[in-house]
């Protein structure tokens, strides 16, 4: 495999059908988005402890594959000859290790600072770059046609990482610090986005 192929130095970049777009394109800022986040959520691994938190781990080698389905649906153009591998119901599969994985920490009503143990603070880390994704993909969408599991999925995917590193901090006997002018906002069976 070669590393380098010259064919970005004038900054275009070949998506999925062969069409090239700039490095800016809304495209190839959504699925780069979605690279970056999936290396965020190596990072938390590498800080998570085999012994204690093997559970935790394999769900996060399983959003990586996923995230790398998710990048490539983004990167194929509308019309290309391409299946897609985002799975229709990939976003709803995390919803129940969301509600098994909230149950480890106290609840929250407030908004809470993002940090704690350092394998926690990756992982809220990962969830701010998951956001960002979808919005990247959300802006993407009012120019061209998405594939709506990817959307989903990272909609999904945040509230995920973020009850882990809640778990991760519970886990570790991290206390959550409150954001101190938060009112309450948390309310059960209401989700904020």
């Not at 130095?9 to 979605?34: F, H, M, N, W």
């Not at 093997?54 to 996923?66: A, E, G, H, P, R």
């Not at 290790?97 to 926690?120: H, M, N, P, W």
Request: aromatic share 8%; with cysteine; charged share 30%.
């Amino acid at each position: 495999m070669r590393i380098y192929t010259r064919g970005g130095d004038k900054g275009q970049t070949a998506l999925i059908g062969g069409q090239r777009r700039y490095k800016s394109d809304a495209r190839v800022e959504a699925y780069g988005t979605v690279d970056e986040a999936g290396a965020f959520v190596g990072l938390a691994l590498s800080h998570l402890d085999e012994a204690s938190e093997k559970d935790i781990m394999d769900l996060l080698y399983q959003v990586q594959q996923t995230l790398w389905d998710v990048g490539a649906d983004l990167a194929a153009v509308p019309g290309a000859e391409y299946t897609f591998r985002t799975q229709e119901d990939a976003a709803a599969s995390l919803e129940p290790f969301i509600d098994r994985y909230k149950e480890e920490s106290d609840k929250v009503t407030k908004f809470i600072l993002r940090g704690g143990d350092q394998a926690a603070a990756y992982l809220h880390v990962a969830c701010t770059v998951v956001r960002r994704a979808e919005r990247r993909v959300v802006s993407l969408m009012q120019e061209e046609e998405i594939y709506p599991p990817t959307l989903k999925y990272l909609n999904r995917l945040s509230d995920l990482l973020f009850v882990l590193a809640r778990a991760v901090n519970a886990r570790r006997q991290q206390k959550d610090v409150l954001y101190e002018n938060s009112t309450d906002v948390f309310r059960e069976g209401k989700r904020r986005g």
